[in-house]
């Protein structure tokens, strides 16, 4: 198959794009809530009728280049799973929760299994939205920067138990080209991260 331009698309970028995307069985929903578009516009990409803006093509670019690794995946999903640490992971745009460690759902006090591929944007904190707002002039999205801690207030009870005093986002891309954010708490502020 013949490989993008890392500087635009050009007049094969739609037929490529479709190959690739069908190649690594990714649909085209799956792929538009990845790159923060409707299914829509990916259909127009790949018809030709649209090109899409230089972010999304930078991330279709990294994510057609990058070698699939789907045992990497499963490691981090089990890493993840047997941590100590309060720790769970979330699609980065949508913050869905892709999978949580037992001390985080001990923390939330309640069974995490409805909570699975639903945003937890709803329990954010002051702290997480004020954080959520830094990110784009920090570069996140655009790969400026890969982590950030701050400060957040507890929370007892509802609507979900947050104990972190300090939170640490990572952020680092699945086999599949998803954006996703490790989210670390700490009782004390970490050193050397």
């Not at 790949?46 to 690794?69: C, D, F, V």
Request: net charge positive.
């Amino acid at each position: 198959m013949k490989r993008l331009s890392n500087s635009s698309p050009d007049k094969d970028f739609g037929r490529l794009l479709r190959q690739w995307r069908r190649a690594s069985d990714i649909k085209q929903s799956r792929l538009a809530d990845i790159l923060g578009v409707t299914q829509a516009t990916v259909s127009r990409w790949e018809s030709g009728a649209q090109s899409p803006a230089p972010l999304q093509y930078g991330l279709i670019h990294q994510m057609m280049t990058r070698k699939r690794n789907f045992r990497l995946d499963q490691a981090i999903k089990r890493l993840v799973l047997h941590s100590s640490q309060r720790v769970h992971l979330i699609e980065d745009r949508s913050h869905r929760l892709l999978c949580l460690s037992r001390p985080r759902e001990n923390e939330w006090q309640r069974d995490s299994t409805p909570l699975l591929g639903t945003s937890l944007w709803c329990f954010a904190t002051p702290e997480i939205a004020s954080a959520e707002k830094s990110l784009h002039d920090l570069g996140w999205h655009e790969d400026q920067t890969d982590h950030l801690t701050f400060e957040n207030s507890r929370r007892e009870g509802a609507p979900l138990r947050i104990v972190d005093t300090y939170i640490l986002w990572e952020r680092f891309f699945l086999s599949d080209g998803t954006a996703v954010r490790l989210t670390t708490g700490f009782d004390q502020k970490p050193v050397h991260i």
